[in-house]
């Protein structure tokens, strides 16, 4: 889809989350954008406990990534020497979904139904009635007797969660309760038998094998694991394992009467990881980037909110006043969307951002012409998805203490934890913005800042 009169970024961000079920494929699309601008992995295949600091060379450009699921980044600068600081920008990639059990398959009533598991605080009424279907990662055997993790997406819908009728339950719009273990199970199709096939077919079809340790076949529904395997073209019982979440067959899309607005899913947190990918990408092609001195540039794509790190930007989205919940919003502290990047503080150090990390973002926003807002949460509303930022404090203090400043910003959004979320188009530009102001000149900012 054309959009003409939109913002450039957003249109790119929508590639990219269509792009990104999951954050196996969000790993991987953030991998090839940074190849695309020169980034390798030193040798090219660069790991934790390899010797790869012989490799790295000044100005070089180099990124990993682990499990498929985290990826770093990083620059050196021309100048760089040991001893030198940090500065990430530190994201996650996952967001609340639902997943495929170890053992999925499930029949009720001729119904064909996959077994999931809630992930996440994810608000989860709004998957009722979507078209959906499953993406992630398979473990195939290869022909010489290895083993291969490879990522699969289905693109078309296969799953569902329908609702009740209203007519067997006439409270459904006074309350809506439903259990999430027997009532929020998806339908994948219908029994065999009534679409006229006969036993003998089903045999021919999907013969029995015998169950050893490292078998699925039994695990799952023989439906479904002909359709992974018609993808990844290999046989069924060449799967061995895998790791799937379900996602909304709708794409992502610009909405609003000027297509200020973003509607997708995921945007929690693949804006912020985005616009870090862009960010960096986009520093190794401006004209600074041959004079950097001091610290390591860096980007961190963490999956399940996993984080640890010297002067970091804690980029995730934030919540922005709702026209129908303004009462959710202390009156001074309400941003909005396309309103600028929002610092969130809290006197509870539910978040890590204090005094001169904030002092330090608005320095950075204002070098780019950009604006910034005020986030704290009210008192009588409690605030507890804050595991983030609560991380970034405990675990880099364990190692550096007293050495980490970890403000925490997003860009403001609606429906968070939806299974379509609402966003700023014009936001993802003012977080690229912010993060490329940080690689470019947070060294000298902070020369410029003296704090006792």
């Not at 064909?112 to 998957?127: D, K, M, P, R």
């Not at 289905?154 to 209203?166: C, K, S």
């Not at 395997?229 to 790791?243: K, N, Q, R, T």
């Not at 947190?269 to 401006?286: G, H, K, P, R, Y």
Request: hydrophobic share 40%.
């Amino acid at each position: 889809m054309l959009y003409p009169a939109a913002p450039e970024a957003a249109t790119r961000f929508l590639k990219f989350v269509n792009a990104s079920p999951t954050p196996f494929h969000a790993v991987h699309n953030a991998a090839i954008r940074l190849e695309s601008v020169g980034f390798k992995k030193p040798r090219d295949k660069i790991r934790e406990k390899d010797e790869w600091e012989k490799e790295l060379v000044p100005g070089g450009k180099y990124y990993f990534t682990r499990n498929q699921a985290a990826l770093v980044a990083f620059t050196l600068p021309q100048k760089w020497k040991q001893g030198a600081g940090l500065s990430i920008v530190a994201t996650h990639v996952d967001s609340p979904n639902l997943k495929v059990r170890p053992i999925s398959k499930r029949t009720k009533q001729g119904y064909l139904q996959v077994g999931v598991e809630t992930y996440g605080g994810g608000i989860w009424h709004s998957w009722l009635d979507r078209d959906l279907s499953i993406a992630g990662r398979v473990v195939i055997s290869q022909g010489n007797g290895s083993f291969q993790s490879k990522l699969v997406k289905i693109d078309q819908p296969i799953l569902r969660v329908p609702t009740l009728a209203i007519h067997l339950d006439r409270g459904v719009n006074d309350n809506l309760k439903f259990n999430q273990e027997t009532e929020f199970v998806p339908i994948l199709g219908l029994l065999e038998g009534q679409l006229n096939a006969t036993k003998s077919e089903d045999k021919e079809k999907f013969p029995e094998r015998p169950k050893v340790a490292s078998s699925v076949q039994e695990n799952h529904h023989p439906q479904l694991l002909q359709l992974l395997a018609g993808e990844l073209s290999v046989a069924p019982e060449e799967i061995h394992d895998f790791e799937l979440s379900l996602y909304d067959t709708q794409p992502s899309v610009l909405g609003g009467i000027n297509n200020e607005f973003v509607f997708s899913p995921r945007l929690d947190n693949l804006v912020s990881s985005f616009c870090a990918v862009e960010a960096i990408a986009e520093s190794v092609q401006a004209n600074y980037f041959p004079t950097l001195e001091g610290n390591v540039n860096c980007i961190a794509l963490f999956n399940h909110e996993e984080i640890g790190s010297s002067f970091l930007i804690s980029a995730d989205m934030g919540h922005a006043v709702h026209p129908n919940y303004t009462s959710k919003h202390e009156e001074k502290h309400r941003p909005v969307m396309n309103g600028g990047i929002a610092i969130k503080t809290n006197a509870k150090q539910r978040y890590a951002s204090d005094a001169i990390g904030s002092f330090i973002v608005k320095q950075l926003v204002e070098r780019k012409g950009g604006k910034v807002q005020e986030f704290e949460v009210r008192n009588d509303i409690s605030s507890t998805n804050l595991r983030f930022a609560g991380l970034v404090v405990l675990q880099s203090g364990q190692c550096c203490p007293n050495l980490v400043s970890a403000p925490w910003m997003g860009n403001p959004m609606l429906s968070m934890h939806s299974i379509r979320e609402t966003a700023g188009s014009h936001d993802i530009q003012h977080a690229i913005d912010l993060f490329q102001s940080f690689f470019e000149g947070f060294v000298a900012l902070d020369k410029e800042l003296t704090v006792d």
